[in-house]
């Protein structure tokens, strides 16, 4: 039996803006069973170059977050499948930290350049990886994040604006080279070297900086609070 799609509050509002009619017929078009992820998938998810991340804490407090890299960074193991790496960032952890208390994860891709826009919705069910061999095989991961999902299917692009790229992040990992530092973890004030992890590349071109070191161009603005 098919479990139903909608919960209670989305059942009131379809029924308030009359909408149910069109919701079902929707769910019964695109919602399998056991979603897999088909060619035009696949083909869609890895020419991206960016997708937005719902996640949410065990207590259900909800947060969103933009993931980035190169083409293709999202990575479709197989059509129920999909790795997200992880990239040093902020320290914070917020999305991936929430899928360690609660795997429900939400992933939207957009093609914002295409003539005629694309987006995906998948839902899922997300984990950690820490070590192995797909940990080894993304360049600059500190881990990966493997999908399965619930539900795949595409949303309405009607209100979704075209854009195009004007310049790719020089920050994205790539293989056999290693990552520029992000500025503020340079600055040696609001970020002092000794807060930063005993790893990261960057305390010890900070700690050179505190001992004199002549400054290099900047490489990214402030402390992303």
Known sequence: MREEPYHEGSRALQDRFDTRRLADRG????????????????AFVERMEMVFVGTAD?????HCSYKGGAPGFVRVLDERTLAIPNY?????YDSWGNVAVNPAIDLLFIDFAA???????????????M?????????????????????IY???PRYVH??????????????????LPAQ???????????VLPHDDPARAEAERLREGGAPRPPTHGPFPG
């Open 27 to 42: 769910a019964e078009l695109l919602f399998a069973d056991e979603p897999r992820i088909g060619p035009r998938e696949r």
């Open 58 to 62: 065990a207590d259900g407090i909800p």
């Open 88 to 92: 040093d960032g902020n320290g914070f």
């Open 115 to 129: 003539a005629s826009p694309w987006r995906l919705r998948i839902k899922g069910s997300a984990r950690l990886v």
């Open 131 to 151: 070590e192995g061999e797909l940990v080894a095989a993304c360049p600059g991961a500190q881990f990966v994040v493997t999908i399965t999902p619930t539900r």
């Open 154 to 156: 595409p949303v309405c």
């Open 162 to 179: 075209r854009m195009e790229i004007v310049e790719r992040s020089r920050f994205v990992p790539s293989a056999g080279e290693a990552a």
């Open 184 to 194: 503020w973890k340079l600055d040696g004030e609001e970020v002092p070297p000794e």
